[in-house]
C-alpha cells in the first residue's frame, strides 16, 4: 500500500494538530487527569489513521481487457437507469452511478482505454451525493473518452462532504484502461454513462473495485 499525492499535506497538517493537542493534553492532564488524557489521544489517533487511510492506494492486480469497461471506482452500486444526457451526447444513455464512502479508496481510474474528446468542470451544490439531483447539479467533472468499441462519459460528482475534484486529465490526451485519471477528497460519486444495450456487468447494491471490477461489456 502506497499514499497518494494528494495526501501529503493534508495528513502533515493532521499529524501537526495530533501532536499540538495531545502536547497540551499531557501538559495539563496528564497528572491530574490521565484516563481523559489517554482517552484524548486515543480519539485523535484514530482519526489521524483514518485520515491516512482514505489516501491510500492499496496493492491491487488490476483488470485489462479491451471488451469491457472497468469500474472508475471503489463503492457500492447505487443506480443503474437510462436517462437522457443533457450535457454531451443529447440522447439516451444507460447511467451506471458508484458511490464512495468515506473509507473507500479514492483513487479514480479509467474505465478504457481511448482518446478523451471531452473535458468540463461545472461549478455546483453539494447535495448528499446520492441525491438523484446531484449528477446535475453538484459540483462535478466530466469526461468523455472514445476508442473504436464506441464512447462513454464518466462523472467524478462531490458530494455534501467532498470539498475538492482532482482530474488530470484534457482534451486530446490518449488514456489507458484502470490508469489513474483523478481524485476526489473526502466521500462523493461516479457517474458512467454508456450507450444503450450495452451490457452491464454490475448490480443495484453491489459492492465493487475501482480498477478491478468488471462494470459492463461492449456488445
Known amino acids: 500500500m502506497t499514499i497518494h499525492r494528494e495526501g501529503f499535506r493534508t495528513i502533515g497538517i493532521t499529524a501537526l494538530i495530533f501532536g499540538i493537542i495531545n502536547l497540551i493534553s499531557i501538559s495539563y492532564l496528564g497528572t491530574c487527569c490521565p484516563r481523559l488524557a489517554g482517552a484524548i489521544f486515543g480519539l485523535t489517533l484514530f482519526f489521524f489513521l483514518f485520515i491516512i487511510s482514505f489516501f491510500r492506494i492499496p496493492n491491487r492486480t488490476l483488470t485489462i ?7 472508475p471506482a471503489d463503492g457500492k452500486v447505487v443506480v443503474i437507469e ?11 444513455r444507460i447511467q451506471v452511478s458508484v458511490f464512495m464512502s468515506p473509507a473507500n479508496v479514492h483513487v479514480n481510474r479509467n474505465p478504457m482505454s481511448g482518446k478523451v474528446v471531452y ?11 446520492w441525491h438523484p439531483k446531484s449528477s446535475t447539479e453538484n459540483e462535478r467533472w466530466s469526461v468523455a473518452v472514445e476508442n473504436n468499441h464506441g464512447t462513454i462519459l464518466y462523472k467524478q460528482i462531490a ?4 470539498k475538492r475534484i482532482c482530474n488530470y486529465t484534457s482534451v486530446g490526451q490518449e488514456v489507458k484502461q484502470t490508469e489513474e485519471y483523478g481524485f476526489i477528497k473526502f466521500g462523493s460519486r461516479v457517474d458512467i454513462l454508456l450507450p444503450v ?16 471490477t468488471v462494470l459492463a461489456t461492449w456488445s
Open 197 to 212: 444495450g450495452t451490457k452491464i456487468n454490475v448490480a443495484l447494491n453491489q459492492v465493487v473495485k475501482g480498477g478491478v
Open 159 to 162: 458530494g455534501a462532504l467532498a
Open 65 to 71: 481487457n479491451d471488451n469491457q469497461i472497468i469500474c
Open 119 to 129: 473535458n468540463q468542470y461545472h461549478k455546483g451544490k453539494y447535495l448528499v451525493a
Open 82 to 92: 437510462e436517462i437522457t444526457d443533457v450535457e454531451y451526447f443529447k440522447d439516451k
